[in-house]
């Protein structure tokens, strides 16, 4: 039964909830994108390579008996673009949009261990953070994002890489309220500025968390010293799904006020072309930094925004009051 792996974690998940979600959403091979992804989860299916050896270092480098070469170059130009990575399967070196090991190890050292931990990434793309965490042998990294086409980049590399730990579920961050105090660490990283209600999320996060867990969560974000936020009028980086960027201080202030203690900084830093351009695994027409910003100014978006700098920051739950029982 889907979701089975969820049954030990009860009552902190509502599987019934959650199964018929899940249920309509795997409806997609009924639409339009069922079209394009169908015959993709076909050649997926028909995998019969498995992984000798998985290597996480900048690339996720899975290791095969190399007897699958045409079959897994197919699938994988099948799933052009690539956003996040890089992956190598083999020799295949699947050379992604942004170069995603920068931002990992910005933070690896400062997130702590992960060993034996429950793990929710939010909004996890292909799941290139997932892999990155199996260095810690968490005991179950449940990664949730709603668009088909990074379920299967995940499938795709799975399929092969077979971690049992590892599940990729067609969820949203609307899908929050149905866990509680569950996992140990959750990461929200690119995700809090796509959504209108940043607080809201944040307090859906804390609930989600076991008491005293921690949340890793990075965000673009703007200059200055005061705790204020852009909220661009219309587009910023050319996405309309952009609503509210802070400063640091703002972004802190948020975390304070929705429940969260020892918030700690992992990085700030600038995104530049080294960590985010167009390959040749995802072309042009696909677009990336560069055609976002000032031609004439790169310290500015196209619509005259501030650049993204990208903040990350740790922090953590507060103690959960201890319930007592007459």
């Known amino acids: 039964m889907e979701l089975s792996y ?19 959403r795997n409806g997609w091979t009924g639409h339009k994108a069922g079209d394009k992804y169908s015959p993709i989860q076909e050649k997926i299916a028909k995998l019969n390579a498995k992984a000798t050896k998985v290597e996480v270092d900048d690339y996720v480098h899975v290791i095969t008996d190399n007897s699958e070469k045409e079959l897994i170059s197919e699938i994988a130009k099948d799933l052009i673009p690539w956003r996040k990575g890089p992956f ?17 190890k910005r933070i690896e050292e400062a997130i702590g261990s992960l060993k034996d931990q429950v793990v929710l990434d939010i909004g996890c793309n292909n799941g290139y953070y997932m892999f990155q965490m199996l260095k810690d042998q968490p005991e179950l990294v449940l990664g949730i994002d709603p668009v088909i086409h990074n379920k299967f980049q995940f499938e795709f590399i799975n399929k092969i890489a077979d971690r049992e730990n590892l599940k990729f579920e067609l969820f949203g961050i609307e899908e929050l309220p149905y866990f509680r105090s569950m996992f140990d660490t959750i990461f929200s990283m690119g995700i809090i500025y796509h959504h209108r209600h940043p607080l809201e999320q944040l307090m859906e996060m804390r609930e989600a968390l076991k008491s005293e867990g ?20 219309d587009r910023y980086s050319k996405m309309r799904n952009v609503w509210f960027l802070p400063t640091l201080s703002c972004l802190k202030n948020w975390l304070n006020r929705t429940g969260f203690t020892n918030i700690e900084v992992l990085s700030e830093s600038l995104t530049t072309t080294e960590e985010q ?21 790169s310290s500015k978006t196209v619509e005259g925004h501030p650049a993204p700098i990208r903040f990350c920051v740790k922090a953590q739950k507060k103690p959960s009051p201890i319930k007592r029982f007459e």
């Open 214 to 233: 921690h949340l890793i969560l990075e965000t673009i974000g703007i200059p200055g010293d005061e705790s204020i936020c852009l909220f661009p009028e």
């Open 277 to 297: 351009s167009t390959t040749p695994w995802c072309p042009p027409p696909f677009q990336s930094l560069e055609e976002f910003l000032d031609p004439n100014d």
């Open 88 to 104: 190598k399967v083999d020799d295949l070196a699947i050379d992604s949009e942004w170069r995603s090991n920068l931002k990992w």
């Open 6 to 24: 969820l049954e030990k974690y009860q009552p902190h998940v509502d599987l019934e909830s959650l199964r018929k979600i899940l249920e309509e």
